[in-house]
């Protein structure tokens, strides 16, 4: 992380999620990109105001999908065909319709895990501080409100105007965040 100093950034406290998609939408019209959104619940249409880009979590899923239906045929197919081929009624010993339930199974597994895995790697999570968790009233944000924070990372971030800007959107509060 880097900012300005000790200052992580500023943090706008807002009573209603109306009043916060309208401050996400202001401050991504004025060029801010190093924004976070803090809600008790999902607000509809957030993540665009907020200028966020489509996740790439179903390409992480995709790859460990496809992953886990090679290694299930490969598997099989080294099992029955290289490691130890049976003469079965003299069937073919690399019969793939054979194959098909176990890769699918494989599949499902490493694509579920892919989720997770590559759910919590994109959110950056498990993430135990914050330096948002400085502010005593951010404990609300999980209960009934909204909070929007500009961090001092952002290349437009001048705290005195970034302050201003936010005061325009008359929130209950304005807060530093200090690291």
């Known amino acids: ?18 009043d916060l998609l309208a401050a996400a939408r202001k401050v991504h019209a004025e060029g801010y990109r ?36 090679a290694g299930g045929f490969f598997m099989q197919v080294f099992a029955s065909a290289v490691d130890d081929p049976l003469n079965i009624g003299g069937r073919p010993t690399a019969s ?18 892919s989720a997770l895995l590559g759910m919590l790697a994109l959110n950056g999570l498990p993430q135990p501080y914050h330096p948002v968790f400085n502010v005593p009233r951010f404990a609300l944000a999980s209960q009934d409100r909204f909070f929007l924070s500009v961090e001092a990372d952002d290349p437009r971030f001048d ?4 302050r201003t800007l936010l005061a325009e959107l008359r929130p209950v509060g304005i807060y530093d965040v200090e690291r």
Not at 35 to 58: I, K, S
Not at 97 to 111: D, H, S
Not at 159 to 162: A, C, E, G, H, S
Request: aromatic share 12%; proline share 7%; no cysteine.
């Open 96 to 113: 793939w319709p054979a194959f098909v339930v176990i890769a699918f199974e494989l599949a499902i597994l490493f694509g579920g895990l």
């Open 34 to 69: 190093k924004v976070e959104a803090y809600a008790p619940f999902p607000v509809e249409g957030l993540a665009e105001a907020l200028g966020m880009d489509r996740t790439r979590l179903p390409w992480v899923v995709l790859a460990g999908g496809l992953t886990g239906a």
């Open 159 to 162: 705290p005195d105007r970034t």
């Open 1 to 18: 992380m880097t900012g300005r100093g000790g200052l992580f950034g500023v943090l706008a406290e807002f009573e209603r999620k109306e």
